[in-house]
C-alpha cells in the first residue's frame, strides 16, 4: 500500500524542505481506512472514533480511553498484531490497558491518528515520545513502508540534530522518558551534537565572546544531560576556563543562595545577625527532602565535572561551593577535595568568601556537644583550608608576597569572628598561630583582632588576656598602633608596658639623624643610642614597679571599700591608701587632713583618668 509524503518544513528549523523526508506532516491515504473513520473526537475521559463501522477495540493510556477499530492498529504495531493473535477468540470489545505507555495519553493520540490517516506534524517537542512510543508498538517496516519508526528517526537525524534549539528541546522532553531515550541512544546523540556546536563556538570565539550563548542554554537541561555535554567538551580539548564558566552558569542557576554573601558581624546587633544568617539557613525538613537530595547530587557532580587547573574557577567560587556543600551534607571526600583546591587559591580570597556559617543540620545534631559548635562560623574548616595552604607552600616554595597577603586575610577574617560571643580562646589562639612567625611583617591586624576578642569577651580572666596577648609581638607593631595599645584598658599591664618600651625605641630610631658616611661618628651614634637604651630600660622598669605597686594599692583600697559598705561613715583609711597613690606619681599633696571622701563614681572616674594621663605622658616622653 504506497502513500503520499507532503510535510511542510519545521518552523526554526535549519532545513530548507526541499527533501520530502525532512517534511513534518505525514498522510495516509489509505481507502479503506479514510471510509471507516471519520473524525476523532474526544468525550471525557474517553475518546471515540466517528464510523459507521463498529468499534472493537478499548485501549486505556493512563487514565483515558480509547474505543478504536482493530484493523488500523493491528496492520501497523507489531504490538497490537502479538496481542490480537493472543486473543484471537474474541473478535470483539477487545480491551487493552497499556502500562507505562512513553508519552502519556498524548502521545498514543498521535500514534492513533497516524494509524488512521490524519495528518500529524512532527516537533522538536513531541519527536522524542513520538520514537519511543513507535518503539514500544514496534511499527517497523516489516508491518508497512514508512512506518512510523523510520519517520521519526529521519526527522530526529536531518531536522533536530542539526538545529542547537531543537536539539536543547528534545533533550528537555527526555527528561521523563527514561529508560527509552537511553536504550534509543537519542539523548547520547543529543549531547554529542550540541558538545560538537559548543566546541566549535569555543574555538572560532574571540577573547570577548567567550561567555558564549550556549552557556545559558545548556544550563536550562537536567544535571546528568548536562554532566554528559561537559565530560564531551572536555574530552573534545576545551580550555578549563571555558568549562569553568560553564560550570559556574550553571551552579547559579541551580543552587539558589549559592551567591548569597556575609557581611560579617561589624556594627550589627544580634537581631540582625539573625536574619543575615536566616538567608542561608535551611530546615531540617528541606536539606533532608528530595529537593535536598537534588542539591546534593548537583553539587557533588559540578564538583566532580571541576577541571584540576588552577584558572578553571575562581576561589570566591570554589568557597560557594564549599559552603553549599556543607549545608546539604555532601560526602566528606569531595568537601576534603574542596577545601584542598580553596587552599591552592586561597591568596585570591576575602574576608567575606571565608565568613561561611556553621550550618546545624540533622547530621551534625549529634555533635553539637562542645561550646566551639555553637559559633556562628565554622572556624575548623578555615583552619583546614589556611593548613592546606601552607602545607602547598612547603612543597612549591612559594614567595613570600603570597605570605604577606595571606596573614593580612588571616588577621581580618580573625577581627570578624572575634565578634562573636561563643568563640573560644582556644580556637582564637590556634587560628592565629597557624602562619610561621616570619609571615606577618605587621601585628596591627593581629593586634586589631586581640582588642576585637577582648571587647566582645569583658569577663576574661587576667590569665586568659595574657596567654591571648602573647601571640602579639609588640615590635612588629606601627607608631600609631602602639600608641592605642599603650592607652587600652583591656590590655593586661605587662603587655602596656612592652608596648611602652617598642614604642619608645621607634620613636627614638624615627628621629635618629641618618648617618653621613664618617664610620667614628657612625659609632659614636650608636654608643650614644646604646646608651639612651639602657637608660630607657632601667626607666620602664621604675615604671612597670610603680605601676605594680599602684595595682596593689588600688586592689586593696577596693577590698576596704567593700568591707565599708555605707558611703556615709567616716574613712580615715580612704586619706591612706590615695596618699600611697599620689606618692607613687610623686605629687605633692596638700593639706591630707583635709581630704573629703568623694562619690564612688567619681573615685573610679578620676583613677582612670590619672591612669590615663600617666601612659599617655610616658607614650610621649
Request: proline share 4%; charged share 25%.
Amino acid at each position: 500500500m504506497k502513500k503520499a509524503l507532503n510535510r511542510p518544513q519545521s518552523p526554526g528549523s535549519d532545513f530548507d524542505g526541499t527533501d520530502q523526508v525532512h517534511a513534518h506532516s505525514i498522510v495516509l491515504p489509505s481507502k479503506f481506512i479514510t471510509t471507516i473513520c471519520d473524525s476523532l473526537e474526544r468525550k471525557e475521559p474517553s475518546w471515540f472514533i466517528t464510523s459507521q463501522i463498529p468499534k472493537d477495540l478499548s485501549i486505556q493510556v493512563e487514565e483515558v480511553t480509547f474505543n478504536v477499530h482493530k484493523f488500523p492498529l493491528v496492520s501497523k504495531c507489531g504490538y497490537m498484531h502479538r496481542v490480537d493473535a493472543q486473543q484471537s477468540n474474541s473478535s470483539y470489545d477487545c480491551d487493552i490497558k497499556l502500562e507505562d505507555f512513553p508519552g502519556g495519553s498524548e502521545t498514543f493520540e498521535i500514534i492513533l491518528k497516524f494509524c488512521y490517516g490524519f495528518p500529524i506534524d512532527f516537533s522538536s517537542k513531541n519527536i522524542a515520545p513520538l520514537r519511543c512510543a513507535a518503539e514500544y508498538l514496534d511499527m517497523t517496516e516489516e508491518l508497512d513502508d514508512g512506518n512510523l519508526i523510520s519517520k521519526t528517526e529521519a526527522f530526529l537525524t536531518f531536522v533536530v540534530l542539526s538545529s542547537w534549539k531543537d536539539t536543547i528541546t528534545v533533550l528537555k522532553s527526555c527528561e521523563d522518558l527514561s529508560p527509552w531515550v537511553e536504550n534509543l541512544q537519542i539523548v547520547r546523540r543529543c549531547c554529542d551534537s550540541i558538545a560538537w556546536k559548543a566546541s566549535r563556538e569555543t574555538t572560532t570565539a574571540n577573547a570577548t565572546d567567550e561567555e558564549g550563548w550556549w552557556f545559558h542554554e545548556i544550563a536550562t537541561l537536567r544535571i546528568d544531560h548536562f554532566m554528559r555535554i561537559v565530560t564531551t567538551i572536555r574530552a573534545k580539548g576545551a580550555r578549563p576556563e571555558i568549562i569553568g564558566k560553564c560550570i559556574m552558569h550553571y551552579a547559579e542557576r541551580w543552587l539558589p543562595g549559592i551567591d548569597v554573601e556575609l557581611e560579617g558581624l561589624r556594627g550589627y546587633g544580634h537581631g540582625k545577625n539573625e536574619l543575615q544568617f536566616s538567608v542561608l539557613s535551611r530546615s531540617k525538613e528541606e536539606v533532608g527532602s528530595g529537593h535536598g537530595k537534588e542539591q546534593k547530587e548537583i553539587i557533588e557532580i559540578l564538583v566532580s565535572l571541576l577541571p584540576p587547573q588552577q584558572e578553571a574557577v575562581s576561589c570566591k567560587f570554589l568557597l560557594q561551593m564549599l559552603k553549599m556543600a556543607n549545608l546539604y551534607s555532601a560526602s566528606p571526600a569531595l568537601i576534603s577535595e574542596l577545601e584542598k583546591r580553596v587552599g591552592m587559591t586561597l591568596e585570591d580570597a576575602n574576608v567575606n568568601d571565608l565568613l561561611i556559617p556553621r550550618y546545624k543540620n540533622a547530621d551534625q545534631g549529634k555533635l553539637m556537644n562542645s561550646p566551639e559548635e555553637h559559633t556562628m562560623y565554622d572556624t575548623d574548616l578555615v583552619q583546614r583550608v589556611v593548613e592546606y595552604f601552607l602545607m602547598l607552600e612547603q612543597q612549591q616554595l612559594q614567595q613570600e608576597t603570597e605570605n604577606i597577603n595571606i596573614s593580612k586575610l588571616l588577621d581580618s577574617y580573625l577581627a570578624e569572628i572575634a565578634r562573636d560571643p561563643n568563640l573560644s580562646i582556644t580556637k582564637f589562639q590556634v587560628l592565629a598561630e597557624l602562619l610561621p612567625e616570619n609571615a606577618r611583617t605587621s601585628h596591627d591586624g593581629l593586634y586589631r583582632a586581640i582588642d576585637t576578642y577582648l571587647k566582645t569577651h569583658p569577663t576574661l580572666p587576667e590569665h586568659d588576656r595574657r596567654r591571648l596577648c602573647k601571640i602579639m609581638n609588640c615590635n612588629k607593631l606601627s607608631l600609631d598602633a602602639c600608641s592605642h595599645a599603650a592607652q587600652n584598658d583591656r590590655l593586661p599591664l605587662r603587655i602596656i608596658v612592652q608596648v611602652l618600651f617598642s614604642e619608645q625605641l621607634k620613636m627614638r630610631t624615627t628621629m635618629q639623624p641618618a648617618p653621613n658616611g664618617n664610620n667614628s661618628e657612625q659609632e659614636g651614634n650608636q654608643s650614644a643610642t646604646d646608651m639612651e637604651i639602657k637608660i630607657l630600660k632601667a626607666e620602664l622598669e621604675n615604671v612597670k614597679l610603680k605601676m605594680a605597686e599602684l595595682h596593689s594599692d588600688y586592689s586593696e583600697l577596693q577590698q576596704e571599700y567593700d568591707r565599708i559598705g555605707n558611703k556615709h561613715k567616716n574613712t580615715p583609711r580612704w586619706s591612706i591608701s590615695w596618699r600611697k597613690i599620689k606618692k607613687s606619681f610623686h605629687t605633692k599633696v596638700d593639706g591630707d587632713d583635709d581630704i573629703e571622701e568623694e562619690p564612688e563614681g567619681q573615685q573610679r572616674l578620676n583613677s582612670v583618668s590619672k591612669r590615663n594621663s600617666f601612659l599617655r605622658r610616658l607614650s610621649i616622653a
